[in-house]
């Protein structure tokens, strides 16, 4: 935790409230996001309870599944899910804009730029919690792979049409949202932390109401007080006020509530079917009925605060005005939405289960790029974030108090002119470092000549000063100007191009070779029964 | 402790002939040397090096860093002046050392082709990956191994044919500024280490291992040997009367300078503050540091080693402080800039790697902590801490460290399919802590 972090959540802590850790909005919000709070079941992994999803606040669609243990009725669950998503997606896909891709030709080897459809806007999910980003994620692993009976007569078990689809869907947002910076999939709880330092630790900050609680208290409370009510608070029943966010749900709910509801329906469940008569099966179909309503019910009321939540949550964050670069980002998440459309369209396979070697380092090298990208845009959108860096010694502020003309030697001198600034930072300055300034939203590089005094720093300014004998006008600072220069670069260098995955070198084991049919549950030594 | 029969030379040598073997002839593609702190690796590539570039075969030399690139080309150029090498460098200004122009036999360019025929080229990783050939390389070195990531060798694996690896198991993992969890078990995990990667795929290569470590005094090679390589031991090269470390100016008896004193008699010393909760940059931490090399630097040392019959002053570039932290290692730069010490290094231990002092004085990576996370318990961060020196470290540390670790088991979850690294940055702390409680001088002004 840096020390600006140390004291905003100090300060919170002595305020009551939640202290801003960013002046602007840093990440992208969609005019229409999808708000997808899903629920889980207990001791069953990947098993839906339900979820409640939609775009419109006031009339999200309720999905239950009455017996989540039971495979056709999770089917119809994500058959269901399917239908809301897949069209919300569809939606953006058919829109499109031209645009330009610089891609290597295969024949000469060289980079040009080649026409491409960009879709104008992209689909933007948010789940409440980091757990629900999971959650995402093992949804899509476990449709991906799911055969239609249109696409394979003989599957056993053939999943309704759609839901592969679905499953690739899931499986290419939970796969960006790991990027840094990315915003197609949001999880709430980590959108507001990065905005606001509440006086809780990180874990406590996991706890969407525990975090609202602390950024925007109820009057006559203060941000400690409603938090721990919002993790403990329960009525006469024994139930939480503030049920947890999911997807996981509190054990007194699943004990008391759940249990005996999903038990009631079975048994309504095994006495339709055992009904002999048209008219006994009349009662008992109603008497189904009413059990699944009475799942139905429990499952909203445990979703409905958290989406209610979910959209305050969005309310507070809108009303931060949007970082400068952060339309930058979101075009290459619309890139990212294109491309996986693309590929859908052309009919490749789902995601492999496992990335191969070459595609692993790709995608390693493409977060710690974004993850470069993203500290340094936030820090030059946000004086606040700035001010962090500041902080630890990565950047340095102040006032420009002199400017001596000088010039490079050689046959053609440039201009290298040097700047002294007046700083109360203390910037660690190795002999010669390189420092970066924005110039007009360019990076303008200098060179650190040394140190006239306390905080009096001489830099020599190296570029983006035109080809002339003289600097172009405003492109080199005067004296009075307030400045502020980076430890860090402001643009990441693009990495090495890796082999195709057909010339996985030797070291890595060779080419993968076609993917080989896995069995669902192979036999291994360790399997005893 | 050195046994009569034991001849560290003869050793080192007979390990040296066995690796050369297999380098030049032996029929896998790949061969692996683990090498403790100080055991002549880089006098092992140099050597392999000139004799596959004897034998004719084009050689590429893949080290981690522009320094250690540069290091090498001077080490090459000083053992056989006649040899044309090759420095491949970056298109940034001041991509390489200067001194490399005053070298006839080296051309330096930022163009592969440009080099293309020489026998040796020599260039960092990061700089080979976007080298792009049509007829491979005989033979490669890879220098660092362990500190290089995966994914940085599969960038460059398909310019080489065969190649050996040398590298120190035993310092800091490389690392991954994002998390990389969703890959940890793969056999090729890119943010895991190249030899990682390369044993997992080809377990048969053949593996060596430099028993000999040069550079720690018989003080510390047997600790640093237990603590950090408890399964592949090596030995000191000499033994203990062979260093010495002596001052001119006598203890006035406050705590920097009886724990120097008591580092240069035994080779280790802890200075011990009292125990507290301090932020990183601790202020009396920081200053005691700073104390203890102002007084080194003060007291007149002069060191006595096997190199040579006559002492050696112990001066500013001869002593390095290491710390756990960049603003640690500013702290310290500032509080010795007070004191008016200059060119003393003072850096954090991912740049302390491959680095040799005669007195090193450390600030403890745990000192004053509340807690202890993966960083700091990193068992390479230790070692690399506690082997940079020829005749001594000093360790600046807050009481109730011991505590600490107990209070703080490690918590790392558990990933299937990886490779437990033995041992855990737990047991390394506590072993090397036991063993400076026995050199425990308490701070006093």
């Known amino acids: 935790m840096s020390l600006i972090t140390t004291l905003a959540r100090l300060e919170a802590v002595g305020s009551g409230r939640a202290q801003p850790a960013a002046t602007v909005r840093h990440r992208h919000l969609s005019d229409r996001p999808l708000v997808f709070v899903?629920?889980?079941?207990?001791?069953?992994?990947?098993?839906?309870?339900?979820?409640?999803?939609?775009?419109?606040?006031?009339?999200?669609?309720?999905?239950?599944?009455?017996?989540?243990?039971?495979?056709?009725?999770?089917?119809?669950?994500?058959?269901?899910?399917?239908d809301i998503v897949l069209p919300y997606v569809d939606a953006y896909a058919a829109s499109v804009e031209a645009a330009e891709r610089t891609e290597t030709d295969p024949e000469t080897g060289k980079r040009v730029k080649v026409e491409a459809e960009l879709c104008a806007d992209a689909p933007q999910l948010i789940v409440p919690s980091r757990a629900g980003l999971d959650f995402v994620r093992l949804l899509g692993r476990s449709m991906r792979f799911r055969r239609t009976a249109e696409q394979d007569p003989d599957a056993p078990y053939p999943a309704p049409p759609r839901v592969p689809l679905l499953g690739r869907w899931l499986t290419h947002y939970g796969e960006r949202s790991r990027v840094p910076g990315s915003s197609l999939l949001l999880a709430l709880t980590e959108v507001l932390s990065r905005h606001w330092a509440t006086g809780q630790s990180g874990l406590e900050d996991q706890h969407l109401g525990a975090l609202l609680a602390w950024i925007d208290p109820p009057d006559g409370l203060t941000g400690a007080e409603a938090a721990r009510r919002a993790e403990l608070e329960r009525d006469p029943a024994g139930q939480l006020l503030c049920p947890p966010a999911g997807p996981a749900t509190d054990p007194a709910f699943d004990n008391k509530l759940l249990?005996?509801?999903?038990?009631?329906?079975?048994?309504?469940?095994?006495?339709?079917?055992?009904?002999?008569?048209?008219?006994?099966?009349?009662?008992?179909?109603?008497?189904?009925?009413?059990?699944?309503?009475?799942?139905?019910?429990?499952?909203?009321?445990?979703?409905?605060?958290?989406?209610?939540?979910?959209?305050?949550?969005?309310?507070?964050?809108?009303?931060?005005?949007?970082?400068?670069?952060?339309?930058?980002?979101?075009?290459?998440?619309?890139?990212?939405?294109?491309?996986?459309?693309?590929?859908?369209?052309?009919?490749?396979?789902?995601?492999?289960?496992?990335?191969?070697?070459?595609t692993a380092a790709n995608k390693l090298a493409t977060r710690e790029r974004e993850q470069g990208r993203l500290e340094a845009q936030e820090a030059l959108d946000d004086p606040l974030v700035m001010a962090g860096r500041r902080l630890t010694g990565e950047a340095f502020a102040g006032e420009v108090t002199d400017v001596v003309p000088?010039?490079?030697?050689?046959?053609?001198?440039?201009?290298?002119?040097?700047?002294?600034?007046?700083?109360?930072?203390?910037?660690?300055?190795?002999?010669?470092?390189?420092?970066?300034?924005?110039?007009?939203?360019?990076?303008?590089?200098?060179?650190?000549?040394?140190?006239?005094?306390?905080?009096v720093l001489v830099v020599r300014i190296l570029d983006k000063m035109g080809r002339g004998k003289e600097p172009e006008p405003g492109s080199v600072p005067e004296k009075g100007d307030r400045v502020c220069f980076t430890l860090f670069e402001h643009e990441q260098r693009g990495g090495a191009k890796l082999p195709d995955p057909e010339e996985t070198p030797w070291t890595h084991g060779g080419p993968p070779g076609e993917p080989a049919p896995e069995a669902p549950d192979t036999v291994t030594e360790e399997d005893v029964l | 402790m050195t046994t009569v029969d034991f001849d560290p030379g003869a050793a080192a040598g007979r390990a040296t002939d066995a690796i050369l073997h297999d380098t030049l002839h032996g029929t896998e593609r790949g061969v692996v040397v683990d090498s403790p702190p100080g055991a002549g690796k880089s006098t092992l590539v140099v050597r392999a090096a000139l004799e596959l570039a004897d034998a004719g075969r084009p050689l590429m030399v893949v080290a981690q860093t522009n320094a250690q690139v540069d290091d090498l080309v001077l080490r090459l150029a000083e053992k056989n002046p006649e040899l044309p090498v090759g420095r491949l460098h970056s298109s940034d200004a001041d991509a390489y050392n200067k001194a490399l122009d005053d070298l006839p036999q080296v051309r330096t360019s930022a163009k592969a082709a440009d080099l293309s025929g020489l026998p040796v080229v020599l260039s960092t990783a990061a700089k080979w990956a976007h080298v792009k050939v049509d007829e491979p390389w005989r033979h490669a070195i890879v220098d660092e191994a362990y500190q290089m990531r995966s994914d940085s060798l599969l960038a460059v694996a398909g310019l080489f044919e065969r190649?050996?690896?040398?590298?120190?198991?035993?310092?800091?993992?490389?690392?991954?500024?994002?998390?990389?969890?969703?890959?940890?078990?793969?056999?090729?995990?890119?943010?895991?280490?190249?030899?990682?990667?390369?044993?997992?795929?080809?377990?048969?290569?053949?593996?060596?291992?430099?028993?000999?470590?040069?550079?720690?005094?018989?003080?510390?090679?047997?600790?640093?040997?237990?603590?950090?390589?408890?399964?592949?031991?090596?030995?000191?090269?000499?033994?203990?009367?062979?260093?010495?470390?002596?001052?001119?100016?006598?203890?006035?008896?406050?705590?920097?300078?009886?724990?120097?004193?008591?580092?240069?008699?035994?080779?280790?010393?802890?200075?011990?503050?009292?125990?507290?909760?301090?932020?990183?940059?601790?202020?009396?931490?920081?200053?005691?540091?700073?104390?203890?090399?102002?007084?080194?630097?003060?007291r007149g040392g002069a060191a006595t080693s096997e190199r040579s019959s006559a002492p050696t002053p112990l001066t500013a570039d001869r002593v390095a402080v290491g710390t756990a932290h960049r603003d640690q290692a500013a702290a310290v730069r500032a509080a010795l800039a007070e004191l008016g010490v200059r060119d003393v290094t003072v850096d954090t231990a991912n740049r302390l790697q491959g680095r040799e002092y005669d007195v090193t004085v450390v600030l403890h990576p745990l000192s004053g902590r509340p807690d202890a996370t993966a960083f700091h318990l990193e068992t390479g961060r230790l070692c690399v801490l506690a082997s940079r020196h020829r005749h001594a470290c000093i360790v600046v540390c807050r009481a109730g460290v011991t505590d600490l670790l107990d209070d703080y088991p490690s918590t790392e979850p558990v990933q299937l399919g990886t490779l437990v690294k033995f041992p855990d940055g737990w047991e390394a702390n506590h072993a090397v802590l036991a063993h400076l409680a026995e050199h425990r001088i308490p701070w006093s002004p």
């Not at chain 1, 629920?39 to 009339?59: I, K, N, Q, Y």
């Not at chain 1, 930072?425 to 303008?444: F, T, W």
């Open chain 1, 406 to 455: 000088a010039y490079s030697e050689g046959k053609r001198p440039s201009p290298r002119p040097l700047v002294t600034v007046r700083t109360d930072d203390r910037p660690h300055l190795a002999e010669r470092a390189k420092v970066y300034r924005s110039l007009n939203g360019r990076p303008q590089s200098a060179e650190y000549v040394g140190c006239e005094g306390d905080g």
């Open chain 2, 163 to 298: 190649a050996l690896f040398v590298g120190d198991p035993g310092q800091l993992d490389p690392f991954a500024i994002v998390g990389s969890e969703q890959w940890a078990g793969l056999s090729y995990d890119p943010s895991a280490s190249a030899v990682t990667t390369l044993l997992a795929h080809n377990p048969d290569l053949p593996q060596h291992r430099l028993p000999v470590s040069w550079r720690l005094p018989a003080s510390a090679a047997p600790l640093v040997s237990n603590a950090f390589y408890p399964y592949t031991p090596f030995r000191s090269g000499t033994s203990h009367g062979d260093r010495r470390l002596g001052f001119a100016v006598p203890s006035d008896g406050s705590g920097p300078d009886r724990v120097i004193d008591e580092a240069a008699e035994s080779g280790w010393g802890l200075l011990e503050l009292p125990a507290r909760h301090t932020p990183r940059t601790d202020p009396e931490a920081v200053r005691a540091v700073a104390t203890v090399v102002r007084r080194l630097l003060d």
């Open chain 1, 38 to 82: 899903p629920l889980t079941t207990a001791g069953e992994t990947g098993a839906p309870l339900g979820a409640l999803v939609g775009t419109d606040r006031d009339a999200p669609r309720l999905l239950a599944v009455p017996q989540p243990r039971d495979r056709d009725l999770r089917f119809a669950f994500l058959a269901d899910l399917a």
């Open chain 1, 259 to 358: 249990a005996p509801a999903i038990e009631r329906y079975d048994r309504a469940r095994t006495a339709l079917a055992a009904a002999e008569d048209p008219l006994e099966a009349d009662d008992r179909l109603a008497a189904l009925t009413a059990a699944e309503r009475d799942v139905r019910d429990l499952v909203a009321s445990r979703t409905r605060p958290t989406w209610d939540a979910v959209w305050r949550g969005l309310d507070l964050l809108r009303a931060l005005p949007a970082g400068a670069q952060v339309e930058g980002r979101w075009t290459r998440d619309r890139w990212s939405f294109t491309g996986h459309r693309d590929r859908v369209l052309a009919g490749e396979p789902p995601q492999p289960r496992r990335d191969d070697a070459v």
